[in-house]
Structures are given as C-alpha cells and as structure tokens.
C-alpha cells in the first residue's frame, strides 16, 4: 500500500513540474510555498491582542531573522467555510531552503529565548492560541503574477480563487497565458495578483490564483472590470465564447473561493 502511494505522488509530480515547464519562460524562477492552515481555539476569552504580540515576538526574533524565508504572511478568515482558519505562509528560492529554514529557525529560537523553561512558557503560550489539528501544503509558484503594491501598512483583502486543474490534455496553458496577458495584468483595481499550483498536499489538481485588493468591495468592481477587459479583448461575441471555452478547457469547472484579510505586524516582503 506505502508503495503504490509512493507511486502514485512521483506519478503526480512528474506531471506537475512537466507542465511547469512548458508554463514558464527562461527568465522566470518559480518559488517554493508552504502554507499551514490552523484553526484558533475554542475559548470565547481569547485575547487577540495578546496574540498579536506574542506572534509579532516571534516574528521579530525568527521569521525576520531568517534570511531563507524570503517572504512570510499571516492571514485571517474573512469570508470562508470555516471562521476560525489562520493561514501561515512562507516563501523559499528553492526546496533546499526550506529544510534549512526550519534548521536556522531552531538556532534562532535558541539564541532568543536561551532560557530552556522560559523557551517552553512562550511555546506553550503561542500554541494555546490555536487547535492542535492543522494541515500544510506545499505550492510551486506560476509565472503569472502581478507583484504587489506598496500598502500603507493597513490590512488587505485577499481573494484566492482555488481551482482544478483537468488535466487530461485538452487544455492548452497558452489560451490562459492570452488571457493573463490581455485581461488580468491590465486591471486596475488589483494591487497584487500570484498564481500557484500543487506540489505538495491534499489535491494535485490544484491550482490557485490570488487577487489582492485594498477593500472587500473593490472585489466586485474587479469583476466588472474584469467583463470590460475581456469585451474589449475578443470584441467579436462568437470569437470571445470561442476562447473562453478553449480556455475553460484546462481545469474541471470545480473551484472554490475564499477571502483572507492580512496581517499587516506579520508581513515579510522581498520586494
């Protein structure tokens, strides 16, 4: 059984990175993401300011420390299935960092807290705030990307749209690569947009794009803009239907959509 499912992973991640190259260019350097979904406890009395300073602690002596994490964000429930969710999420160059991270992160934490009991109280602290059940996930990122804007330091909005990707060889990336090229990277209303797919995790058919706004209601202007785009794109009505179903063609029709608020204390920015 261990070994079918062996199989079956290398099975997947060959498909993954073979249509990862056919998706990327020379000059474009995937990234490497994991994002740890957890869920905060139970107790109404949770103090979420204490939170916040404890994880900026954290934050302050590790995560900005660490030169292997070259970009970190913490993200919050807006409108999901689940109101508890908190997202964790790191960026590495490649998968090499990631183990290394985790090793640096160690001495780090060693260096900050050296007191072995203290080191434990703060742990057990931190870890107080969430369940214990959590789920972690590893994306390679896709070079269809707007990289974000420059905030005032207040929170953003961000809509990620998760979703299936059909594989079965009769989609072509090039109809998606029109559509980023001739829609997308021509709004205005986004401030950032990532797209990212399965390496690692519960689904290989996944694929995600992120749209980030300033606003909850720039959302829906973004959609209008959005129709605007693609009119002016395909202005003939048969060629535009024409497009759009070739385009469909590469994922299943199945997505789900989620909206995350950021937290700004908690932002770790390469650019």
């Known amino acids: 059984m261990k070994k079918s499912l062996l199989i079956s992973f290398l099975l997947a991640l060959a498909i993954n990175l073979t249509i990862l190259a ?9 990234v490497y993401i994991t994002m740890t979904t957890t869920h905060w406890n139970d107790d109404p009395e949770t103090n979420f300011s204490d939170w916040l300073a404890t994880e900026q602690e954290y934050f302050k002596n590790v995560t900005a420390k660490n030169d292997l994490i ?21 960026v590495y160059e490649n998968w090499e ?7 640096l992160n160690q001495k780090l934490i060693e260096e900050a807290w050296p007191d072995e009991k203290k080191r434990q109280e703060f742990f057990d602290k931190q870890a107080g705030y969430y369940l214990p059940d959590h789920r972690d996930e590893i994306y390679l990122s896709m070079r269809y990307y707007i990289p974000e804007a420059a905030s005032n330091g207040e929170s953003r909005i961000y809509y990620v749209r998760n979703s ?40 290989s058919r996944d694929m995600a794009e992120v749209f980030v706004f300033d606003k909850l ?16 794109a395909w202005t003939d009505e048969n060629e535009r239907e ?10 299943t029709g199945k997505h789900a959509d989620y909206v995350y608020r950021s937290v700004p204390e908690l932002m770790k920015s390469s650019n």
């Open 22 to 30: 056919q998706e990327t260019s020379q000059e474009f350097k995937p």
């Open 70 to 90: 070259i970009d970190s964000g913490v993200y919050t429930h807006y409108f999901t299935p689940d109101n508890s969710e908190v997202v964790l999420v790191n």
């Open 97 to 103: 960092d990631i183990e290394k991270a985790n090793e």
């Open 164 to 203: 299936q990707l059909a594989m079965d060889g009769q989609g072509s990336p090039e109809t998606f690569n029109e559509f980023y090229e001739k829609v997308t990277k021509k709004s205005k209303k986004l401030k950032g947009y990532y797209t990212h797919r399965h390496l690692w995790g519960s689904n």
């Open 217 to 232: 209601g720039d959302i829906e202007e973004f959609f209008e803009e959005e129709t605007n785009l693609v009119s002016s």
């Open 242 to 251: 024409d497009f759009m179903k070739k385009m469909n063609k590469n994922f």
